[in-house]
């Protein structure tokens, strides 16, 4: 897989002007009303001049518009500089073991299209297909304008997706095809947009960051619950991703379960639900059908959430013994209320666990769901091209 990383700003005046541009788009993307120009300055540590002129070139090329006034204040109502939805465009897949999810979002994170793939394992040649189709779809009605405007696709696609054949029951030969796959070039056959591809766990925690109530927190640590366990790791406001592109990879973190030590995959997975089920007799695709109804599972699901929560808790416990989180953030491709089960036990389980020596976190629910990874991937296009990555530059 090729990880393109957002260089650092340079020291000329081209490389500060886009820097301050980064930093004026980042802030914004984190208010939802707006924010006025003097504002902007004070925050940004620009002055107003400089912040004038960055926002009327942006609002010239369409990626911010203005506001309503905000009025009752003393003196003149001020304009709050708003992030254009139609300033720009990007496409976001998500290569899943189960099934591939494609939307099409616009500037503020908002989908203007979506659609889902099934399958019992992810053949490449049915992926591409979906997407090519998807995309055909969508363009055949767009203006030549708003296809400039698209910034790129981004694919979330699972570490490893092929060596997982024996747990989700796959063809060795058809998954090994993902070993060596060029994605670049396979999307390039049907189009020439640019492509950002990461690792699916790490496209959930950038689109809980981004767009859900995880931009509330400096530092956390990142769960993701799907038919494996992923995560990522927030530091300073950005999605770190690490020097290979795999941080964050919370599902290899040994913990002790029932039988004694696992891996973090083998304890808190769905796939683990998924084998609980067919031992008993019970189907499992219910565990992927949309919309996600677990009722009917309920004494299996019980059990799961229990073990699941508490193998959570020790690999959280473990992460805070690396980086001093303020917060633990829980998702996954589960309901609603199942999220929020799992989080209480985990949160109540963290505080009995031997913490000395550590600060523990708060913990919270995820705000993303089953669509977290495909959004987190449509947002990475965003974040290459527009957005500050303050793991890389000093910002704030």
Partial sequence: MVIERQGTPGTNSSGMRAHNERLILTLLHQEVEGIPGSELARRTGLSSQTASVILRKMEADALLRRGQALKGRVGKPSIPMQINPNGAFAYGLKIGRRSADFVWMDFTGNLRHQSSFSYTYPRPADVFEFVACEMSEIEDGLSEDEIQRVCGLGIGVPHDLWSWSRQIGASETELAAWREMDF?????????????????????????????????????????????????????????????????????????????????????????????????????????????????????????????????????????????????????????????????????????????????????????????????????????????????????
């Fill in 184 to 396: 670049h070039a396979e999307i390039a056959r049907f189009c020439e947009h640019d492509v950002f591809v990461l690792n699916d766990a790490t496209a959930a925690c950038r689109a809980e960051h981004i767009l859900g109530q995880g931009k509330g927190y400096q530092d956390y640590a990142y769960f993701y619950v799907g038919s494996f366990v992923g995560g990522g790791v927030v530091l300073n406001h950005s999605v770190y991703e690490g020097r290979r592109g795999n941080a964050g990879a919370m599902g290899p973190m040994p913990v002790c379960g029932p039988t004694g030590a696992h891996r973090l995959h083998d304890q808190a997975s769905l796939h683990v639900l998924k084998t609980a089920l067919e031992t008993d007799g019970q189907d499992s695709p219910i565990l992927w059908e949309h919309p996600l109804d677990w009722d009917a599972i309920e004494p299996q699901l019980q059990q799961w959430i229990e073990e699941s929560a508490e193998a959570l808790a020790e690999a959280c416990l473990s992460a805070c013994a690396v980086i001093d989180f303020e917060a633990i953030v829980i998702d996954g491709a589960v309901p609603d209320g199942v999220r929020r089960t799992l989080v209480a036990q985990v949160e109540q389980k963290l505080s009995t666990l031997d913490h000395r020596g550590l600060l523990l976190p708060r913990v919270v629910a995820g705000s993303m769901g089953p669509m977290a990874r495909v959004m987190g991937a449509a947002c990475t296009p965003f974040f290459r091209k527009f957005l500050l990555n303050t793991n890389e530059a000093s910002a704030f």
